[in-house]
Nanobody
């Protein structure tokens, strides 16, 4: 059974940093795309960053470029999102997601069938 479990959310002041983790079950075979998405209250879910399992190519939303870094440790079956220089606008529920096949931007939630339960990130000014 495919499972994704996020951790690492919390509350931080503007300018601070957080690192999110997403542990995936071992059912995934090679050649899949993983991503981080976020959803603020009253807003649609949006793609933040994606990474391909083989080779590690990445893409980012313009709003987080230069501040967030997506990475993976395939030996640990874990996806990460390092978030630096956080802003109040980054406040949202953050989800990791996965799909078999390639990664392409924009990352549309409808293309990702596997989701974690989410972890809350709150940035205060």
């Amino acid at each position: 059974q495919v499972r994704l479990v996020e951790s690492g959310g919390g509350s931080v002041q503007a300018g601070g940093s957080l690192r999110l983790s997403c542990e995936r079950s071992k059912d995934f075979y090679a050649g899949f795309c993983m991503g981080w998405f976020r959803q603020a209250p009253g807003e649609e879910r949006e793609g933040v960053a994606i990474i391909y399992s083989s080779g590690g190519s990445t893409s980012y939303a313009d709003s987080v470029k230069g501040r967030f870094t997506i990475s993976q440790d395939n030996a640990k079956n874990t996806l990460y999102l390092q978030m630096d220089s956080l802003k109040p606008d980054d406040t949202a529920m953050y989800f990791c997601a996965a799909r078999y096949g390639g990664c392409s931007w924009p990352a549309l939630p409808i293309r990702f069938p596997y989701w974690g339960q989410g972890t809350q990130v709150t940035v205060s000014s």
